[in-house]
């Protein structure tokens, strides 16, 4: 390379003009086809991300606090290409659909969710206080515990009144729940998928499916970039200006070297 430099310096000075704009046209032919192959890749993990998230299914954990955790992949793409694949959509996933179309009529929606659940209770022993009153023939169950308050009275419970069909009043239940929802990043080898997670807080409760939407242009390196991330970031941003910079500085040095010569 020395030697070819040396050539160059003492045979022909336009040949290094020549060398220096063949070099900042090679650059931005470099430039322009590492975009398109990261663009291309990008492309690629995106519709991986939608493939993943349309055939996934929720997945239980419990968290530290003893809680049912009940998670799910998120569709990462934009309402137009969920319309174009609305045959392939799950009732759950087309009701979504509906919801988020009816909701962003001023294109305002940047997530949204859609959440199956249901109290579930599949026994349940009245071990409560007991209140018996035997002038109207009536019992009294209640019980008042973190996530379970009812008040329930059996009436003609005792065979004075035969003519009488026992009955059962719920003069209320309640049945408190808290619900802690969120969106975490997947794993990176993944991409960083966006999950959608539902926490509750009652072991009566159940979550059996869920469907979330999040615009597409949501990606982790841009909202939470690493330290090199941060830098590549500063210079997709800069890039026409550093081009121009450089470009101009090693013009500029031909042009004295030619001209001092």
């Known amino acids: 390379m020395k030697a070819i430099l040396e050539f160059l310096r003492k045979n022909n000075r336009w040949a290094i003009a020549l060398v220096i704009l063949l070099l900042l046209i090679g650059g931005g032919i470099w430039k322009i086809q590492h975009n398109k192959i990261k663009d291309l890749k990008n492309k690629y993990q995106s519709e991986v991300k939608l493939r993943n998230a349309l055939i996934d299914s929720v997945s239980y954990y419990q968290n530290e606090l003893g809680e049912e955790v009940a998670e799910k992949l998120t ?34 929606v940047i997530a949204a969710a859609l959440i199956e659940a249901e109290a579930l209770i599949d026994s349940l022993m009245g071990d409560g206080w007991v209140v018996i009153h035997p002038e109207d023939s009536t019992i009294q169950f209640g019980d008042s515990t973190e996530f379970l308050l009812y008040d329930i009275t ?91 910079v450089a470009g101009g500085v090693a013009i500029g040095a031909g042009g004295t070297y030619m001209l001092m010569k």
Do not use: C, H
Not at 176 to 201: A, L, R
């Open 154 to 244: 059996i009436g003609n419970a005792f065979a004075s009144t035969p003519k009488k069909d026992p009955t059962i009043l719920f003069n209320y239940w309640r049945m408190p729940n808290k619900q802690f929802i969120k969106f975490d990043w997947g794993d990176k080898k993944d991409g960083y998928p966006v999950e959608f997670s539902v926490t509750n807080s009652s072991p009566y409760y159940k979550t059996y499916d869920i469907n979330s939407y999040i615009i597409p242009e949501i990606q982790k390196d841009v909202l939470v970039p690493t330290g090199w991330q941060k830098v590549g970031l500063w210079f997709k941003k800069n890039g026409k200006i550093v081009g121009f």
């Open 75 to 108: 569709l990462q793409t934009t309402v137009k290409n969920l319309e174009k694949m609305n045959d392939d959509l799950t009732a759950s996933q087309q009701e979504l659909l509906r919801r988020i179309k009816a909701a962003d009529k001023e294109n305002k």
